[in-house]
Structures are given as structure tokens and as C-alpha cells.
């Protein structure tokens, strides 16, 4: 014959199904009284409702400080001076000297343009590191090199527009004189500013080249 539930909830009197590990009759309970029962170990002081440190709407996840992913993302980049409405004051830029609301890192206090500037120096140095190069002295920038070389192309002879993208055919790029796999270094003194489409055009031949124009 088919079986039944013939299990009482201890709570509300629902019939469940008896299995080999279930709680003796009078201490089973269903899982909709589960549900709404805390755990033992639960501190209930965690779940009282709390403002949203964004847009101010309660929520009650004791392991989040905002209601949603929209103002976690919102309140990204935020700190310490601005969770207590401190306002923030400007400092200038270690490397510039603008003024900025960026916060301090390990190697200084950067604007945005100086960040990021060194950020792409990094890359450009780690990767000369893995094809090879061998390291000599401080990383060099893409600014100072075109600053040096007044942002003309050393290869083809034309000026070299900052503003665009860095993927941009006619973008600034640094050209290594003597080539990584030659045995060329990633110091500034074997660097000349070059387009993209220029320094892809040449590859690894020789230093001296005809204008590319």
C-alpha cells in the first residue's frame, strides 16, 4: 500500500514524511516553522533593519554595508573621512602638483593623469621584462619621453597627438632604438616616441630607418 505522512509538525500540526533520521514525534518540526524560527546561534541584534549608507533605505544583511549592488557600486572609492562627512581636502599631486581628492597609495599621492600614466610606465616595463630587456634605472614615462623628443615620431618625422586612444593606429607608443631582442635596455636613453602604426611597421629591424610617411 502507498505510504502517507503520518508525522505531526510539533508546531503547527502539518503531517510530514517519516524517515529513518527524523526527530521523534513532538520535536519535529516543518520546514515553513524552520524558516521562521532563528538559529540558536543567530544574534538577532544583527538583523534589526539599518539604513543604507548610500541612499538611506533599510535592509536588514548583517554582512553588507549597502541595500544593493547599485550603491555598493555608488559608493565605491569612498572612505574613512567620507562615511563620517568629513569633507575631503585636495592635496596636490607628488608628481604634478595639481590639486587632488585621490587618496594616498604605497608610492605617493597621484592625480588621475599622473596614476595613470603610471600605471601604463609598469606595464610597458613589465613587458619589456618578459620579452627580455634587461632593467637600467627608474621606469621611464611615455610624458617624459615625449616631452623629450617634442612629441614628434621618431620614425616617420610627424607629430604625435596625444589625445587619442592608446589603441589608436596613430597613438604614442615607446620604440626601443636598439631591439629587446637584440639585446636592446628598457632605459629612457633607448627609447624614442613613435606612432603605433610606425613602431608596429618596423618590428625588431634596425636602428637606422627610413621615414615611414
Not at 619589456?128 to 634605472?137: K, L, S
Not at 615625449?146 to 615607446?174: E, I, K, M, N, S
Request: aromatic residues 4%.
Amino acid at each position: 500500500m502507498p505510504r502517507h505522512p503520518d508525522l505531526p509538525c510539533a508546531r503547527c500540526g502539518t503531517l510530514l514524511w517519516r524517515g529513518r533520521g527524523s526527530l521523534p514525534e513532538g520535536q519535529a518540526v516543518c520546514r515553513a516553522c524552520r524558516r521562521e524560527q532563528p538559529h540558536p546561534y543567530s544574534r538577532p541584534e544583527l538583523h534589526v533593519p539599518r539604513p543604507c549608507s548610500q541612499c538611506g533605505r533599510p535592509f536588514t544583511d548583517p554582512a553588507l554595508r549597502t541595500c544593493s549592488l547599485a550603491c555598493a557600486r555608488r559608493g565605491m572609492g569612498t572612505n574613512l573621512r567620507r562615511l563620517n562627512d568629513v569633507p575631503e581636502q585636495p592635496m596636490p599631486c607628488d608628481t604634478c602638483g595639481e590639486l587632488t581628492a585621490r587618496g594616498r597609495n604605497q608610492q605617493g599621492r597621484f592625480c588621475e593623469a599622473c596614476a595613470r600614466a603610471r600605471r601604463r610606465a609598469k606595464d610597458r616595463r613589465a613587458a619589456a621584462v618578459r620579452r627580455g630587456a634587461a632593467v637600467v634605472g627608474p621606469r621611464p614615462l611615455l610624458e617624459d619621453v615625449a616631452r623629450r623628443d617634442g612629441w614628434r615620431c621618431h620614425l616617420c618625422a610627424r607629430l604625435v597627438d596625444p589625445t587619442l586612444y592608446f589603441q589608436h593606429r596613430d597613438a604614442a607608443t615607446l620604440d626601443h632604438l636598439v631591439p629587446v631582442s637584440a639585446g636592446g635596455t628598457d632605459e629612457a636613453s633607448n627609447l624614442a616616441l613613435a606612432h603605433r602604426g610606425c613602431n608596429s611597421r618596423r618590428g625588431t629591424r634596425a636602428l637606422v630607418q627610413p621615414a615611414l610617411s
